[in-house]
């Protein structure tokens, strides 16, 4: 059996900056496989490259089997593409957009309408069939977009960063129906800069960081090296964090941050942590303003499996991606 | 290329360009460009001359052909790259050919049916009789084609934005409006510039008209068309280079 896809040293560079530096990897058929990475990555840029958007620089890419350089066309067949921005035709109906696309596809004329209803109704828009597209909110264009990149049943599906600002419902909807196509034998690759999303949905996830392909592996075995990176933040009352001395050595603690007001300690237990920060408030008669543990921040895992230094957190990462499980403002 | 891949490369340039004048022609864009600018600079610049009226015809007739044809392409392309409608079309399987015959279908249609409108009012108001309509249908089909494949050498610039090629491509039409014998008629022209003029399609889509309308031209009508026919071939190449291009540059 043929892989999905295959990639050899694909590499791009934008002039003289270089977005995708000499890639390896393999994805098998019936796979979901995630492509997890911040922002400007190059995530994007190699999944236009796979979809035949983009000229790699060097490299080479197999779409089961079919060699992107030599002929597009057997693989352009085989590949659904749900781009990162939802690229419907506003000033067509859903319906339309739908038919323009089957049509596009050379999907049997006898058999466009009735998958054109089965998605609609699949992706709740029946009803809004004959509505414009420009009338759509971001979630229903998403649902299009995903439709149209179906409806030609591709055996290989694209989807770039299919969930960021979506409700929840529509979320859900989406990782559900990638999970059926899955289930019937599509193989799926999709990019996000989410951990949650990459391990619920996939069975394998590669980490690229500036360009380069950092890790390979299940969600699972990855985590295994995320648990170093957890943390557990705290505030005192009126003390500097520097002037709380011998919190760093306290057992389970790898290494400590200061951020903002706030001390922030690296351990891979942080439910045993934090009895012992209560402890020692106490026996410093410190008032704990806020106490949290933080998941690995997606910027942690690449420091942690590039072997950079954990704790050189950048703003936004640090906005976007800890996950909080806040305990609150304990007093 | 078997014969199924050439019929399903054919519907789907068909479908693009369905798709195409249903999404844009009634867009302000095009309608300012495509079918208000003939009409403007045609009594805006006839008025000035003593004229007959069907040579007036054939001015208009190529005027329209040449701006209407030419309309869509800047227009269209960029803006499907900036809304990332384009890579639908450039990810489907099709060649990159059926893709830009498609985009050429439009602006051919596109001026096939307004000229149809300026043929109409030619002979409703100027009372114009057609001497070959054959050769003018041929003419206005050919002289569509060729124009509507040179807007698309703008339309395929690398740019998701379309007032940079609005600027360059509304340029070169109104200096192919001055030289190619559209004002000045082909015989009263200086050599010089009639040797610039052969080397403008539009010279040859208005002797074409001159010949169907007036029953006289310089150059054979024949070569007309054949020139036209050619000229808008020769125009898919840059395109298609661009096109590449942009695929390396990521636009
Ligand atoms: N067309 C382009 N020209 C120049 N640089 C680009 C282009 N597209 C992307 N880049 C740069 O390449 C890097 C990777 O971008 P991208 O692949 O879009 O990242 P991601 O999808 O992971 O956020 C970024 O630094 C981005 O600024
Ligand atoms: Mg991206």
């Not at chain 1, 596009?104 to 992706?123: D, H, M, N, S």
């Not at chain 1, 264009?141 to 290989?156: F, G, V």
């Not at chain 2, 999404?23 to 000035?48: D, E, T």
């Not at chain 2, 869509?72 to 893709?99: H, N, Q």
Request: positive net charge; contains cysteine.
């Amino acid at each position: 059996m043929n892989n999905a896809i295959e990639v050899e040293n694909l590499t791009k560079y934008y002039d003289k900056f270089l977005a995708v530096d000499h890639v390896n990897f393999t994805v098998k058929q019936g796979e979901i496989f995630g492509f997890l990475g911040p922002n400007g990555a190059g995530k994007t840029t190699t999944q236009r490259m796979l979809t035949t958007l983009l000229t790699p620089t060097e490299g080479r890419i197999l779409i089961n089997g079919h060699d992107l350089a030599r002929d597009s066309y057997p693989a352009k067949q085989q590949i659904g593409l749900v781009p990162e921005e939802s690229n419907v035709y506003t000033e067509l109906t859903a319906w339309d957009n739908l038919m323009f696309t089957a049509s596009i596809y050379r999907v049997p004329r006898g058999e466009r309408a009735k998958r054109a209803q089965e998605l609609l109704e699949t992706f709740g828009l029946w009803e809004k069939r004959a509505i414009k597209a420009e009338n759509f909110s971001k979630g229903m264009r998403r649902r299009l977009s995903i439709a149209m990149a179906i409806i030609h049943k591709p055996s290989l599906l694209f989807l770039d960063e299919p969930t960021p600002g979506l409700d929840t419902q529509s979320i859900r909807a989406i990782w559900k129906l990638i999970r059926s196509m899955n289930a019937e034998g599509t193989t799926v690759f999709v990019t996000t800069h989410q951990i949650e999303e990459a391990n619920q949905l996939c069975d394998r996830v590669a980490i690229i960081s500036h360009g380069k392909i950092a890790a390979i592996d299940t969600p699972e075995r990855l985590k295994a090296n995320f648990r170093r990176a957890q943390s557990v933040e705290v505030a005192f009352e009126g003390e500097m964090a520097e002037k709380s001395p011998g919190l760093e050595s306290m057992p389970g603690v790898t290494t400590q941050v200061k951020v903002g007001d706030k001390l922030r300690l690296y351990t891979d237990d942080p439910s045993a942590l934090l009895p012992r920060i209560v402890q020692y408030a106490e026996s410093h008669a410190l008032r704990i303003v806020s106490l949290n543990t933080l998941g690995p921040s997606l910027e942690d895992v690449f420091l942690e499996i590039t072997g950079g230094q954990v704790g050189i957190v950048t703003n936004e990462i640090q906005e976007n991606n800890p996950r909080r499980k806040g305990m609150g403002g304990r007093k | 290329m078997n014969i199924e891949r050439i019929k399903n490369e054919l519907a789907q340039a068909w479908t693009v360009a369905v798709k195409d004048v249903r999404v844009y022609y009634l867009r302000p864009g095009m309608i300012m460009f495509g079918f208000a600018m003939p009409f403007f600079m045609f009594f805006s610049f006839s008025v000035q001359r003593e004229m007959g009226a069907a040579e007036g015809v054939a001015r208009l007739l190529a005027m329209t052909v040449f701006f209407t044809a030419g309309a869509a392409g800047p227009f269209i392309i960029p803006t499907e790259r900036r809304i990332g409608t384009y890579d639908r079309l450039l990810a489907a399987p099709m060649s990159l050919m059926t893709l830009l015959l498609g985009k050429t279908a439009v602006g051919t249609i596109f001026a096939v049916a307004v000229s149809g409108v300026a043929l109409l009012a030619g002979l409703l108001f100027f009372g114009t009789t057609i001497l070959q309509p054959g050769l003018l249908a041929a003419g206005i089909l050919l002289g569509a084609f060729s124009f509507s494949t040179l807007g698309l050498v703008f339309g395929s610039m690398p740019t998701t934005n379309p007032g940079d090629v609005q600027m360059p491509s509304t340029l070169l039409r109104w200096g192919l409006l001055f030289i190619s014998g559209v004002f000045i008629p082909l015989g009263e022209m200086a050599p010089a510039a009639r040797a610039i003029a052969y080397l403008s399609p539009l010279t040859y889509a208005q002797d074409v008209m001159n010949h169907a309308v007036l029953g006289k031209g310089l150059i054979n009508p024949w070569l007309d068309l054949a020139v036209l026919a050619l000229s808008g071939a020769l125009f898919l190449w840059p395109s298609i280079k661009m096109h590449q291009r942009a695929r390396v540059l990521g636009r």
